[in-house]
């Protein structure tokens, strides 16, 4: 395999090169995969060193070769797209590599498709469905097993609800046939919605994504549907409701959770509204040091707040909600149980990250943006604070993360300075556009950056292996001992999302989720002297649960 050697070292050098060089989200994913490419051939080359014995297994089979250049061939093209982004240059490499590359492509797929109509083909010799049939009946598997995927969920959430709380009420009055849909919640305490724009592959996905709002997340569901289903898609849907290009793309029903949401919801409630964040003014005030300047409160609690509440390392990847599927036709779709959009007043003190410094840590962006902020809530004037804090303009975006005693929330697209400010003024509500995601499907250790070196990929599978042991994780790993990054976690239910992180992170996110409910995790069964260190962290999952 020389020219697969050739490709794996400079595709793994490009993408190292610009690792070190530049600060992008896709070279990030981008490299993960290059190095687990560049594991996965250097293991193999020390089990088969050159001149070993003859009698030794062949080296890779020929499918397995050509879906490893097949893979070099997606690494090369991520290179590009990296480097195109940067400043317009392009890697290239030689045409006999591109040509190889387009021919095993080609030939794998025509040789899948050939088996899968074969098997599909009538016993009395009657034609093989078309490309398109074909691709129906696959689509049709994938939504029925995530329709079964969707269905353990709901079963898992019905046996663990308390049946003595009172069950959240939601009515659903609207799907549409791009797995659009909208409830309300009928019983809510006035402070989230009380409308809810979410999107659903299947409509046995519906219930979960609604579930996963309760707080406790113990609380039963009462769901009432006031529309019909929509009838069973021909193909897999888009992810989201609408990919123009998708095969299962239909330009009469496009809506998308959360279009024109947030002016409705102030809207409709503006004078609640305003009435709202003006008791937060005085609640500010009346908390506020006596003579007390911004500069000075500002500065002596942004100290407090980084020695007592540091901001909990990244788990973007976790909360996705997605993983790509390799389809057998040669598409690759992104595969997940949907996700919800809703507006509401949150609790600041639940938002553990709003970035990847330290709390108000802006440098020279807008520096003065939090200062008049804080004096806005400390003026006489209503419609001056809301001006300047624009809570039903440019929104605050954050993504929610259930636990059993209530959310946290993590900085979504907009808002890092409001959010600062909020915590730093002490508000004990501030109003945000909410995104939750359904968990994802399966968790593979590189795809959710979980690791560092080979040594720390083995203790994430080794904390996975105690979450399910002890009844914080359900579902099933699959384990790869020699790649312990290429592990899978075929993923039911965990209690919060951030358990499944490495335990750095996980140990951080614990610590954040005790602040803001103290003893929940101690009721979980979960003790404080577990999450105290990394070691103890990992210690406490490994041994045998009581």
Same mark, same amino acid.
Request: glycine fraction near 8%.
């Given at each position: 395999?020389?020219?697969?050697?050739?490709?794996?070292?400079?595709?793994?050098?490009?993408?190292?090169?610009?690792?070190? /060089?530049?600060?992008?989200?896709?070279?990030?994913?981008?490299?993960?995969?290059?190095?687990?490419?560049?594991?996965?051939?250097?293991?193999?080359?020390?089990?088969?060193?050159?001149?070993?014995?003859?009698?030794?297994?062949?080296?890779?089979?020929?499918?397995?070769?050509?879906?490893?250049?097949?893979?070099?061939?997606?690494?090369?093209?991520?290179?590009?797209?990296?480097?195109?982004?940067?400043?317009?240059?392009?890697?290239?490499?030689?045409?006999?590599?591109?040509?190889?590359?387009?021919?095993?492509? $080609?030939?794998?797929?025509?040789?899948?498709?050939?088996?899968?109509?074969?098997?599909?083909?009538?016993?009395?010799?009657?034609?093989? +469905?078309?490309? %398109?049939?074909?691709?129906?009946?696959?689509?049709?598997?994938?939504?029925?097993?995530?329709?079964?995927?969707?269905?353990?969920?709901?079963?898992?959430?019905?046996?663990?609800?308390?049946?003595?709380?009172?069950?959240?009420?939601?009515?659903?009055?609207?799907?549409?046939?791009? &797995?659009?849909?909208?409830?309300?919640?009928?019983?809510?305490?006035?402070?989230?919605?009380?409308?809810?724009?979410?999107?659903?592959?299947? #409509?046995?996905?519906?219930?979960?994504?609604?579930?996963?709002?309760?707080?406790?997340?113990?609380?039963?569901?009462?769901?009432?549907?006031?529309?019909?289903? #929509?009838?069973? +898609?021909?193909?897999?849907?888009?992810?989201?409701?609408?990919?123009?290009?998708?095969?299962?793309?239909?330009?009469?029903?496009?809506?998308?959770? &959360?279009?024109?949401? &947030?002016?409705?919801?102030?809207?409709?409630?503006?004078?609640?509204?305003?009435?709202?964040?003006?008791?937060?003014?005085?609640?500010?005030?009346?908390?506020?040091?006596?003579?007390? =300047?911004?500069?000075?409160?500002?500065?002596?609690? %942004?100290?407090?707040?980084?020695?007592?509440?540091?901001?909990?390392?990244?788990?973007?990847?976790?909360?996705?909600?997605?993983?790509?599927?390799? /389809?057998?036709?040669?598409?690759?779709?992104?595969?997940?149980?949907?996700?919800?959009?809703?507006? &509401?007043?949150? $609790? #600041?003190?639940?938002?553990?990250?709003?970035?990847?410094?330290?709390?108000?840590?802006?440098?020279?962006?807008?520096?003065?943006?939090?200062?008049?902020?804080?004096?806005?809530?400390?003026?006489?004037?209503?419609?001056?604070?809301?001006?300047?804090?624009?809570?039903?303009?440019?929104?605050?975006?954050?993504?929610?993360?259930?636990?059993?005693?209530? +959310?946290?929330?993590?900085?979504?697209?907009?808002?890092?300075?409001?959010?600062?400010?909020?915590?730093?003024?002490?508000?004990?509500?501030?109003?945000?556009?909410?995104?939750?995601?359904?968990?994802?499907?399966?968790?593979?250790?590189?795809?959710?950056?979980?690791?560092?070196?080979?040594?720390?990929?083995?203790?994430?599978?080794?904390?996975?292996?105690?979450?399910?042991?002890?009844?914080?994780?359900?579902?099933?790993?699959?384990?790869? #001992?020699?790649?312990?990054?290429?592990?899978?976690?075929?993923? $039911?239910?965990?209690?919060?999302?951030?358990?499944?992180?490495?335990?750095?992170?996980?140990?951080?996110?614990?610590?954040?989720?005790?602040?803001?409910?103290? =003893?929940?995790?101690?009721?979980? /069964?979960?003790?404080?002297?577990?999450?105290?260190?990394?070691?103890?962290?990992?210690?406490?999952?490994?041994?045998?649960?009581?």
């Amino acid at each position: 395999m020389p020219h697969l050697r050739r490709l794996v070292l400079l595709t793994a050098l490009a993408g190292l090169r610009f690792a070190l /060089g530049t600060v992008d989200d896709r070279r990030a994913g981008l490299v993960d995969n290059l190095l687990v490419l560049v594991e996965v051939e250097s293991h193999r080359r020390e089990r088969h060193p050159p001149g070993a014995d003859q009698d030794r297994p062949a080296e890779m089979d020929a499918e397995e070769q050509q879906a490893r250049v097949l893979l070099a061939a997606r690494l090369q093209l991520g290179v590009q797209v990296v480097l195109a982004s940067l400043n317009g240059r392009t890697l290239t490499l030689v045409d006999e590599r591109d040509r190889a590359g387009q021919f095993y492509t $080609d030939l794998l797929y025509v040789q899948r498709a050939l088996e899968l109509a074969a098997s599909r083909s009538g016993p009395d010799g009657s034609e093989p +469905p078309s490309m %398109t049939e074909l691709q129906q009946h696959l689509d049709h598997d994938l939504n029925r097993k995530l329709a079964d995927r969707a269905e353990i969920r709901e079963e898992l959430a019905h046996r663990r609800q308390a049946g003595e709380l009172k069950p959240s009420r939601w009515s659903l009055t609207r799907h549409e046939h791009n &797995g659009f849909f909208q409830a309300h919640l009928d019983n809510g305490d006035g402070l989230l919605g009380p409308v809810m724009d979410g999107w659903a592959p299947v #409509p046995e996905a519906v219930p979960g994504l609604l579930r996963s709002w309760n707080t406790p997340s113990s609380r039963p569901l009462d769901l009432q549907r006031q529309c019909q289903n #929509p009838w069973p +898609p021909d193909h897999l849907l888009p992810y989201g409701g609408r990919i123009p290009g998708h095969r299962g793309h239909d330009d009469d029903h496009t809506c998308a959770p &959360g279009e024109g949401l &947030g002016e409705l919801l102030w809207q409709e409630h503006q004078e609640a509204h305003r009435a709202r964040f003006a008791a937060v003014m005085r609640q500010v005030q009346d908390a506020w040091p006596a003579g007390a =300047g911004v500069a000075d409160i500002m500065q002596e609690r %942004t100290l407090a707040l980084n020695t007592a509440q540091p901001p909990a390392p990244s788990i973007d990847q976790l909360l996705s909600g997605t993983h790509h599927h390799d /389809g057998k036709l040669g598409q690759v779709d992104l595969i997940g149980l949907g996700s919800t959009i809703t507006f &509401g007043w949150i $609790d #600041p003190a639940a938002v553990a990250r709003v970035g990847s410094g330290p709390w108000n840590d802006f440098a020279s962006h807008r520096p003065g943006t939090v200062p008049a902020m804080l004096a806005a809530l400390l003026g006489d004037s209503l419609d001056e604070a809301l001006r300047i804090w624009n809570l039903d303009g440019d929104h605050v975006r954050v993504v929610r993360i259930p636990g059993p005693a209530g +959310p946290l929330y993590t900085l979504g697209a907009n808002g890092a300075h409001r959010l600062t400010a909020a915590r730093l003024a002490r508000m004990p509500l501030v109003w945000a556009r909410i995104t939750q995601r359904a968990l994802p499907l399966q968790l593979y250790a590189y795809e959710a950056e979980l690791h560092r070196s080979h040594s720390e990929q083995g203790d994430v599978v080794g904390c996975w292996r105690g979450l399910l042991a002890r009844g914080l994780v359900t579902g099933r790993l699959e384990e790869n #001992p020699t790649l312990p990054a290429m592990s899978i976690l075929h993923l $039911d239910d965990v209690a919060a999302a951030w358990l499944l992180a490495s335990p750095k992170i996980a140990i951080a996110w614990a610590a954040a989720y005790d602040h803001t409910y103290p =003893g929940a995790l101690d009721e979980l /069964g979960v003790p404080a002297s577990a999450w105290s260190d990394e070691r103890s962290w990992e210690s406490w999952l490994c041994a045998p649960p009581p």
